[in-house]
């Protein structure tokens, strides 16, 4: 296993390159004129220019690029173009927030579409079963916007259950008191689609021949669901997770911004908007080895679900 | 203070700031905060309509010597900064020498501050030494410039090169403060993180983008509102001249305010008692607050007070006055020929202006009858001219007589030497209300004949298209740095092309009346040159003039003195609040 791991992080290297090289691409391209942007409401191309230079922008490509791949290897981003902020503090103070929301979110909606999963393939072609996928489809139909737009008047103003908006400096008050709306809303929301794919997992194995057989051996319904058909299931859940996994280190940028989250998903947004590189840089060169690292990890976990997996 | 007694004030953004370094920045927001950490020499009355400039860390505000060339400051002694480690425990006065220091900064290419623009091309000496430091990688803030003469501890005296009668209207911009050189230099590259200045608060917390908390300067020597230039027939002076009668200001011990980019939250949090103001109530909600013009009446109940602001702004939309665009495509709106100018005004006249104020600003915009919005020295509210008011058959008739005609049948014009027409509005990608906007155009145009296409591009790409006239028209707008018609004036000046002059409008005419009306001072005089120069801004088009928006400004009753300033963007320091009804209303 140690050679298969040493293999899958060493392969890490290329893959970082390709992404620093499409990130830099991208932004070149499409990514505006930061000068243009920081320079304010009257400037001259003297000044435009000055910018540039201060931003290292007119320096030739290659050379930007190299300052990028030794920013990427040293984790030393610099200052964002717009606040002069430490990028490594921006990450930091913002992934904190990001996650009190993100982390609770996923562990609550795939317990509960696990869950709902096994129940409602355990009574598949049932009106119960039916019920609940013409409800998931419903759901899944809403824009998010809708959702937060209206929960946030009902649940937030109306009821006033929850604060409406807002963020504190104590992580248990915001776990527990602005938090929950957030955190309700991404699951009523994630909890549909989820559902409705987790329960195809189930209905997959629930025909394989293994589960007739152990069945026909007498082998009592709950055990074969809870046992067998839970188990194998649990590889495409798996990865279904490792897909969804690295979404929570960048949040969600609707849910911090309509609860003033100070997240990293706001952060991003704003950058984007300010052209502020070093900042877009930072959180995507991140983001790509925090999925590298978890696919890597769910690989080791499959050997650990499926006896049959080796590490070849 | 016991905690229940202190008096809080807890208001939103509409925007994250960036930080609190005043000669790096220049969003509203940011510049907002540094009003009340920082002081200007001079700034603006609090009740005083039209705006009037008074003097705050200085001791008058001086006037113009030699022609208008020459502006000396004399500071009120005994100004301290607020306490910080820099100064190891000693109080620190306000010198001089600060705002020779702070002057100089905005010239740093370092610092590439926003508004270098500012103390460019005026004051004697300080172009030269700004060239040198960008030969030589270093700004040299000891060398001394005669343009900037500190005489001894409190006076400093700048010398122009040209007669400039708005430079006291600089001297009170946010971001023209003194500051300590001791503090910039210690904490360098986080200036934004450490503010220490004079004013009447001081930075006491800050979660970037989240939350920003103020509290009152210790070291604040205090001061009474300004009753000399109240009308007291005004509900909102009178108000506040009786809530403040005899008090030393300020009296809010703590501000919080909190960054909220959406419009739903903030205006939520504000139903909610969370906020005490609600400044600049989204169009959006303005018939559930205000069903035809009055106040909702449960918000009525609860004594809520709108106070309605026409902002010193106009929108406009640019034509691009150069034959080619940026690119060297061919330009059909640019150009100074009769038939140009004939295209550009029949366009003009197509378009309906009703339609953008009721449907996209939901009725909360007067329509710009000059390039000159109310509220700014300057303005002519008697101006009034046809030549922007909407009148589509006009400009049907203009377009024929000029040879603008269908002439391949395909139910569009085409110009005069029988080429298709067709003309491009550029717009913001990211903006709902542009977006609107350029629908609109496309289907006024559409109504006269005229093939229109709105092309969308990243906010960045739009400021630097428009910079370097890569563009045929684009929408715009502007709101004043400080209340004088110049400031807007200048935007169509020929040698500020590739700077605020968006159009890149060259018109010897226009350009000989500015440059008299810098030499003259505020009076009949300059008001004719600004008549002048706006009809010729009618008479080529290089604008169709826009909106001047209203913002309704909300606030609970237990705020008191409450009026907003059109310049300032922020009244905290002039407020009151009765913690009682506050708290009351939180329970």
Avoid at chain 2, 36 to 43: D, G, H, K, M, Q
Avoid at chain 2, 446 to 458: L, M, S, T
Avoid at chain 2, 463 to 481: E, P, T
């Amino acid at each position: 296993m140690t050679a298969y791991v040493i293999r899958r992080i060493w392969q890490m290297i290329p893959t970082i390159l390709g992404v620093i090289l499409l990130i830099f691409i991208l932004f070149n391209w499409v990514g505006g004129d930061p000068a243009q942007v920081l320079a304010g409401k009257i400037s001259n191309p003297d000044q435009i220019a000055n910018i540039r230079k201060q931003l290292g922008v007119d320096q030739p490509y290659w050379y930007q690029l190299w300052v990028f791949v030794k920013q990427v290897f040293t984790f030393d981003f610099g200052r964002s173009w717009s606040t002069n902020e430490l990028v490594s503090h921006i990450i930091l103070t913002r992934v904190g927030p990001t996650l009190t929301v993100m982390l609770p979110c996923l562990a609550i909606t795939s317990t509960l579409a696990v869950l709902f999963a096994v129940m409602v393939a355990y009574v598949r072609g049932t009106v119960t079963d039916r019920g609940i996928m013409i409800v998931c489809t419903v759901a899944m139909s809403v824009s998010f916007l809708v959702y937060i737009i209206v929960f946030q008047w009902l649940f937030g103003f109306v009821l006033g259950w929850f604060p409406v908006q807002g963020w504190s400096e104590s992580f248990w008050k915001n776990l527990t008191y602005y938090a929950p709306l957030p955190i309700m809303l991404a699951v009523f929301v994630g909890l549909a689609p989820e559902l409705r794919l987790y329960r195809s997992f189930f209905l997959d194995e629930i025909n394989q021949d293994y589960v007739r057989t152990a069945r026909a051996k007498g082998v009592p319904e709950k055990k074969v669901m809870l046992k067998h058909v839970m188990r194998n299931a649990l590889i495409p859940i798996l990865t279904n997770l490792a897909i969804l996994l690295p979404g929570i280190f960048v949040g969600s940028f609707l849910l911090e911004v309509f609860f003033s989250i100070p997240g990293l998903g706001r952060e991003v947004v704003t950058a984007v908007n300010r052209s502020d590189f070093p900042v877009i840089k930072a959180v995507t060169v991140y983001l790509a080895i925090i999925t590298m690292i978890i696919n890597l990890l769910v690989d080791v976990l499959y050997k650990l679900v499926d006896p049959r997996v080796s590490f070849k | 203070m016991a905690d229940a007694q202190r008096k809080v004030l807890r208001v939103a953004f509409r925007a994250a700031e960036t930080g609190f370094d005043p000669q790096r920045i220049f969003d509203r927001y940011s510049v907002g905060i540094c009003e009340n950490i920082y002081e200007t020499l001079v700034s603006y009355d609090y009740l005083a309509r039209p705006v009037k400039l008074v003097p705050l860390a200085a001791e008058a505000v001086p006037e113009p010597e030699e022609g208008g060339t020459r502006y000396t400051f004399r500071i009120k002694p005994g100004i301290y900064y607020s306490d910080d480690p820099v100064f190891h425990g000693h109080r620190r006065e306000l010198v001089a020498a600060d705002v020779e220091y702070a002057i100089k900064r905005f010239r740093d290419p370092k610092l590439r501050s926003p508004y270098e623009w500012l103390f460019e091309h005026n004051i004697l000496g300080l172009d030269e030494l700004a060239e040198r430091a960008k030969k030589e990688g270093k700004f040299d803030y000891d060398t001394k410039i005669p343009g900037i003469e500190v005489r001894g501890k409190y006076v400093v005296s700048f010398k122009l090169k040209e007669p400039n009668f708005n430079f006291l209207y600089f001297m009170a911009m946010p971001n023209v403060v003194p500051v300590a050189r001791e503090v910039i230099e210690a904490y360098d590259a986080d200036t934004m993180a450490h503010p220490v200045g004079t004013g009447p608060y001081v930075l006491k917390e800050w979660v970037r983008r989240s939350k920003i908390v103020l509290e009152r300067n210790p070291n604040y020597r205090g001061f009474e509102l300004e009753t000399r230039y109240a009308d007291m027939a005004d509900e909102w002076d009178r108000r506040a001249v009786e809530a403040l009668a005899g008090k030393r200001l300020p009296l809010i011990d703590r501000i919080e305010i909190y960054p909220i980019e959406d419009e739903q939250p903030r205006f939520l949090a504000f139903l909610n008692h969370e906020h005490d103001i609600l400044d600049e109530l989204p169009f959006q909600f303005i018939n559930q607050v205000m069903p035809n013009g009055k106040l909702a009446p449960q918000l009525a109940a609860q004594g809520v007070r709108v106070f309605p602001e026409l902002q010193p702004e106009i929108t406009y939309d640019v034509f691009n006055m150069d034959a080619k665009t940026n690119d060297g495509a061919e330009n059909p709106v640019g150009g100074y020929t009769p038939e140009r100018v004939a295209l550009r005004r029949a366009m003009v006249l197509a378009h309906d202006r009703n339609q953008e104020i009721y449907i996209v600003r939901k009725g909360q915009a007067i329509a710009a009858q000059s390039p000159v919005p109310p509220g700014v020295v300057g303005y002519d509210p008697d101006f009034r001219s046809n030549a922007q008011d909407p009148d589509p058959p006009r400009a049907k008739a203009l377009l024929d007589m000029f040879g603008y005609v269908d002439r391949d049948g395909d139910g569009w014009r085409d110009t005069p030497d029988g080429r298709a027409l067709t003309v491009h509005y550029k717009y913001n990608l990211g903006g709902q209300e542009q977006r609107e906007l350029a629908e609109l155009w496309v289907k006024c145009l559409a109504e006269v004949g005229i093939r229109a296409e709105a092309v969308a591009v990243q906010f960045a790409d739009l400021i630097n298209d428009k910079r370097v006239g890569k563009f045929q028209l684009a929408g715009s707008a502007w709101i004043a740095d400080y209340p004088d018609a110049q400031n807007f004036l200048q935007l169509l000046y020929g040698p500020n092309t590739e700077q605020s002059n968006e159009a890149r409008f060259k018109l010897p005419e226009y350009d000989r009346l500015y440059e008299k009306s810098l030499t003259v001072p505020d009076g009949e005089e300059r008001n004719r040159l600004y008549r002048e120069m706006t009809r010729l801004v009618f008479a080529y088009a290089p604008w169709r003039l826009g909106v001047t928006r209203r913002f309704n400004h909300l606030q609970y009753p237990w705020v008191k003195a409450y009026k907003k300033h059109p310049i300032l963007y922020t009244n905290y320091k002039w407020l009151d609040i009765d913690v009682a009804a506050q708290q009351a209303a939180m329970k």
